[in-house]
């Protein structure tokens, strides 16, 4: 299992928004079964690294379709193995030590 | 008005778990009056890009007090100057369009 | 045509120094046909994004077999399509601007 | 002794093309003494890590004297104490295992 950040951004779009396209993006993950959380810098996915990879594929070809000729995707991978590893065990493992 | 994305790394610990060292590095932010929201893939914070550096060096010198001897920081920086920016306001300006 | 910059780092490996890992990722990259160039930071690949994703794939399988638990991988595309888009042109583009 | 990864990048300029801003930025980068290496997808820096950050901000600072009303800057800081760190270095530790 891995946990992903996303954040996908057109770029010379004419305006300084992009909230329009990063919902775009976003819609075509809601319609997976994968887990996930729209923060206010990105998404973070988790689940199987092939599935995610996939749809990732298809939300970065979303702004293109909405007229952008330039597109910026940054995606960091945290994959970790040897232990059950969610969005919500990693954020439960720090909260624990902050206690 | 900055929202950035802040990710602290130390590698060769010797375990693949970090959290400790995160929630060491969170505890600093904590100290501040800077709004922030911790996720499982970084820590996001709002506020003056010259204070948000500021904590941001600082955070980034913790996991060396701890012993690790390289530290990988990742930070990605939204300025922008047109308009409120925060966190708070971005997520809405998304969900707004994705109803 | 997309340019892409990736870092690939395993955590955890009881040793700071990750050189091992970073070689052997970088000759599956060798194996292929993309262009190509290792920096200090990380790769820098262009051509086509599917060819390059399926490349990254396996490379961020590599470190698993050579006995990581976990590893983190950063990946920023770089996708343009109004005009042809390189390693070299990108750079020419810049240093033009700098005479 | 540090060495960062660095990009900025101008968000809705009404043109996909952000060399000009990139070779602004680069310009400041070459007003200083700090080793760095100019590439297609950002700028690698090596040097003091207070030295870089001090310039990162003024570099960051740039694309707004020039127009832009949002900058996305994104910073990969790879710092490492328990030997010397520099570009030159870690392209030579990958090479050797390279052979």
Redesign the interface.
Known sequence: MA???L?I?P??????????Y??GV??IL?GTSLKH??????T?I?GD??EI?AVV?RM?EHP?SEGA??????????????KEH???G??R??????R
Do not use: N, Y
Request: no cysteine; proline share 2%; glycine share 6%.
């Open positions: 946990v992903v950040f954040s951004t770029l010379g779009t004419g305006t300084p928004s992009v909230s329009r990063v919902a976003e819609r809601r959380q729209l923060t206010a810098m990105g973070i988790e690294l092939d990879l594929r970065h293109f000729v330039r597109v910026s995707t940054f995606l960091k991978i945290d994959d970790r193995r040897d969610t969005i919500a990693k954020l493992s720090v909260e624990e030590k902050l």
